[in-house]
């Protein structure tokens, strides 16, 4: 059972390049999230999904798209890269029962670096 | 606005007691969270409570208070291996979570 899977672990990018960040859980999880960490600050959520198809804003989402074809995978797109958007993203998920149920699994994180 | 505070960093000796503190302002109550963060890792779950009380599992305990926006997370005992950072995660009425900046743990032995 590998849980949230995420790619890749590490990437460089110049200001203005594009790339996906990808997701995949083999949880049946209905609800899936990115985040980003960045030093002195909580997790920020960027955008969110409560199952395929369905997909909404979270605290930024400036800069980011995500999109969700199927209840395993939720890639997230960087558009056209700012330095701003320096930061490790992480891919979470959880049922969506409520209570205990809510509990987020993370994957193991991406850390991006823009130029 | 929705806000979660906890101390940026503690520090505490093997073998000790440690109380981490998290107070919250927030639309709605569905839970509050702990996780646990070695550096350069992902944050793995600790524990959740959604009553006032204590919450024990094995060497941590949570405690909650809902009247006065507080809770703690207490580790017994402490080893090495504790030396972490700690998130305090509040659920909202929206089901989403709240994070506090969390509380950087460090065991001198």
């Known amino acids: 059972n590998a849980g949230v899977t995420q790619t890749p672990k590490f990437q460089v990018l110049k200001t203005g390049q594009s790339m996906t960040l990808q997701c995949a859980q083999d949880m049946n999880h209905e609800y899936m999230s990115w985040y980003r960490q960045d030093p002195g600050m909580g997790l920020r959520l960027i955008h969110y999904s409560v199952g395929a198809g369905i997909t909404d804003q979270g605290e930024v989402p400036n800069g980011y798209n995500v999109s969700r074809s199927t209840t395993e995978d939720f890639p997230l797109r960087l558009l056209s890269a700012a330095p701003s958007q320096t930061s490790v993203y992480f891919c979470?998920?959880?049922?969506?029962?409520?209570?205990?149920?809510?509990?987020?699994?993370f994957g193991a994180g991406s850390r991006l670096t823009v130029l | 606005g929705q806000n979660i505070d906890q101390p940026t960093e503690m520090t505490a000796t093997e073998g000790a007691i440690v109380q981490i503190n998290c107070t919250y302002q927030?639309?709605?109550?569905?839970?509050l969270f702990w996780y646990q963060q070695h550096a350069g890792e992902a944050p793995t779950f600790l524990s959740y409570n959604v009553l006032d009380g204590l919450e024990e599992k094995g060497r941590f305990s949570s405690f909650l208070s809902r009247s006065k926006g507080y809770s703690y997370l207490l580790l017994k005992e402490l080893q090495m291996k504790d030396s972490a950072s700690y998130l305090c995660?509040?659920?909202?009425?929206?089901?989403?979570?709240?994070w506090g900046a969390g509380t950087k743990l460090i065991i001198k032995p």
């Open positions: 979470a998920s959880r049922w969506t029962g409520g209570g205990g149920a809510n509990v987020l699994t």
């Open positions: 927030t639309s709605g109550f569905n839970g």
């Open positions: 995660a509040v659920m909202d009425s929206n089901y989403q979570l709240i």
